[in-house]
């Protein structure tokens, strides 16, 4: 095994090609920081994705999960244990919530979210009100139910028969919505900021409405808070800044820090819709991930982390305009706390990519949402040093694709 080469090569000779992974394989991360094979040091400002929400091997996360590690990993939900007990309980203190289903990903919470909307509806107002009306362009997950409720098409067709009575309107278009929905519709599922779709922040009073709608239709509202939870736009969940509570919310990425965790919170009635027996996870809830996400919990939701995503977000927004304003090459920097996108202008359409390319080539990690927008999602306690150092690089990576 040892002796082994492990190249770039054997990507495409053992994995299934869904992925088109980079040219060099980081072996180690500190901080914001990564090195790969060669020795190669990147800024991180992709975060695993919106996931390494304290960057890597942050001391809280790495001592959570050498201590569980040698205590218990898992158990199956045929018991249950004191981690999950623990971060079930904070995550109830903490938010509008009362109880908690733990899973591994955030499709695998949306899923739940779903089932149990369709579950809780079918039970209280009968077999008809099945309707799920979703966003274009938004993004919950990749198994075939969240996939067919997320807003792009072309992730959703080419598998058969899709899950059926599932519709979609524009983001931010209430007379859309309004259009749409009837007493037979079921849940609105919506991001409070759409990630993969382009950063795109809801308008101040369309969150409102959507709220008013959904009440007035008893369906409920469902927050795909995968990206936007965790402290990423400043807030512990982002509907706290919106003056909107959701009837369901789901959360993973950042929730464990970098470990696989997804969970789905709910208010206690519309959870007893979900008796013993009707949905499950084999993994969900296991000690080993809940004890990290536990550790990451505690450590972001303090006013010292959450205040310092916002002062982050002014360190971002001050540099990346003074960029613009000698390249001109976005026509805005949008999205919250630490979830920002670099908008490409009229010259620049379609050429996201491009600059993630001359980034990766200047030593910085950052991640594309659509053809249009370069996204930085990085650890929320990066420091101004790793954000000064990156964002230099940004710069070179920027003027790289301007020069041509
Ligand atoms: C990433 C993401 C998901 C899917 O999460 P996985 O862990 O990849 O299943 C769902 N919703 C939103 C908003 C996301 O950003």
């Known amino acids: 095994m040892s002796d082994m080469a492990v190249t770039r090569e054997l990507f495409d000779q053992v994995m299934v090609p869904n992925y088109a992974p980079s040219g060099s394989i980081p072996v180690r991360g500190q901080g914001a920081r990564v090195w790969d094979q060669q020795g190669r040091e990147f800024i991180d400002f992709a975060g695993g994705i919106a996931v390494n929400c304290l960057g890597h091997c942050h001391p809280a996360l790495v001592g959570a999960l050498k201590e569980q590690g040698e205590k218990l990993w898992h158990l ?96 931010n278009d209430l007379d859309a919505l309004k259009a749409l929905i009837s007493d037979r519709t079921c849940a609105v599922v919506m991001e409070p900021l759409q990630g993969e779709g382009g950063i795109i922040s809801p308008n101040a009073d369309f969150v409102q409405a959507v709220r008013e709608l959904c009440d007035q239709h008893n369906a409920l509202l469902v927050f795909d808070e995968v990206q936007t939870g965790v402290g990423r736009t400043g807030a512990l969940y982002a509907y706290m800044d919106l003056g909107v509570t959701p009837d369901i919310l789901t959360s993973a990425k950042a929730l464990g820090g970098g470990f696989p965790i997804g969970a789905m919170l709910t208010r206690a009635d519309i959870a007893a819709s979900l008796k013993p027996g009707t949905h499950g996870s084999t993994y969900g809830g296991n000690p080993l991930a809940c004890a990290v996400a536990e550790a990451a919990f505690d450590t972001v939701n303090t006013p010292e982390v959450l205040a310092g995503v916002k002062e982050r977000e002014g360190w971002y927004r001050e540099d990346l305009a003074k960029i613009n304003a000698k390249y001109q090459c976005f026509s805005e920097v949008r999205g919250k706390g630490l979830l920002l996108g670099c908008v490409m202008n009229e010259q620049y359409q ?44 940004f710069e070179r990576a920027v003027a790289r694709v301007v020069n041509g």
């Open 76 to 171: 199956s939900n045929v018991w249950t244990n004191e981690p999950a007990l623990r971060l079930g309980k904070k995550l109830v203190d903490a938010t509008f919530a009362e109880r908690v289903y733990f899973c591994n990903s955030g499709a695998e919470a949306n899923e739940a979210a779903l089932k149990l909307a369709r579950r809780y509806a079918i039970e209280h107002h009968g077999p008809e009100k099945t309707q799920i009306i979703a966003f274009h362009q938004g993004f919950h997950g990749r198994t075939f139910f969240t996939v067919t409720v997320g807003g792009q098409a072309a992730y959703s067709d080419g598998f058969g028969p899709k899950p059926a009575d599932v519709e979609h309107v524009p983001y």
């Open 350 to 393: 379609g050429r996201a990519k491009e600059f993630l390319q001359a980034a990766s080539e200047e030593g910085l990690m950052v991640l594309i949402a659509g053809a249009n927008v370069v996204r930085f999602a990085p650890s929320l306690v990066i420091t101004r040093e790793e954000v000064q150092e990156g964002l230099a690089r």
